[in-house]
Antibody
């Protein structure tokens, strides 16, 4: 059974930093691109970033470019999102999502980790 | 960026109704589109991939169609468990973009 489990969310002050983690199991993690998707309270879904299997390609939505960094550790089946210079607009549930890997993408989602940016 | 325009933003329906939700892509995205269902407090669940392929385990009352710029999600006979919010997602270009969502209510 494919599982994605996020952690690392919490309350952080504006301008602060946070690092999210996601551990995948039940599939060959190193064979898949991986993504982060977020959802602000009461709002729609927003794709944030993704990373290729070997980290040779990374893509970001413009609003986080230069502040967020996506990375992975295939030996630990882990995906990360380093978030710096956080603002209230980054307050959201952050989901880890399986992306391309020989199957149509965005098929499996974690349950999410909540990030709240507030003073 | 590829713009995904989803409509309607909400709709009221009854059990047994047939409903259709549309997404328009600009520019075109071939069939690089998925449909997702989200219930309150839960992660999204993929229903349709490749614009028209039904996810394993998803009831056959759900169907998707379209290619290029115009896409539809149809629920042929609405069931109580289908009341939720639905999103389209294009994965043809970067950044990936979702439609604004359609809340299906009683």
């Amino acid at each position: 059974e494919v599982q994605l489990v996020e952690s690392g969310g919490g309350l952080v002050q504006p301008g602060g930093s946070l690092r999210l983690s996601c551990v995948g199991s039940g599939f060959n993690f190193r064979s898949f691109w991986m993504s982060w998707v977020r959802q602000a309270p009461g709002k729609g879904l927003e794709w944030v970033a993704n990373v290729r299997q070997d980290e040779s390609e990374k893509y970001y939505v413009e609003s986080v470019e230069g502040r967020f960094t996506i990375s992975r550790d295939n030996a630990k089946n882990s995906l990360f999102l380093q978030m710096n210079s956080l603002t209230a607009e980054d307050t959201a549930m952050y989901y880890c999502v399986r992306d391309y890997g020989g199957y149509p993408p965005y098929d499996f989602w974690g349950q999410g980790t909540l990030v709240t940016v507030s003073s | 960026d590829i713009q995904m325009t989803q409509s309607p933003s909400s709709l009221s329906a009854s059990v047994g109704d047939r409903i259709t939700i549309t997404c328009r892509a600009s520019p075109g995205i071939r069939s690089d589109l998925g449909w997702f269902q989200q219930k309150p407090g839960k992660a999204p669940k993929r229903l349709i991939y490749g614009a028209s392929s039904l996810e394993s385990g998803v009831p056959s009352r759900f169907s998707g169609s379209g290619f290029g710029t115009d896409f539809t999600l149809t629920i042929s006979s609405l069931q109580p468990e289908d009341f939720a919010t639905y999103y389209c997602l294009q994965h043809h270009g970067y950044p990936r973009t979702f439609g604004q969502g359609t809340k299906v209510e009683i």
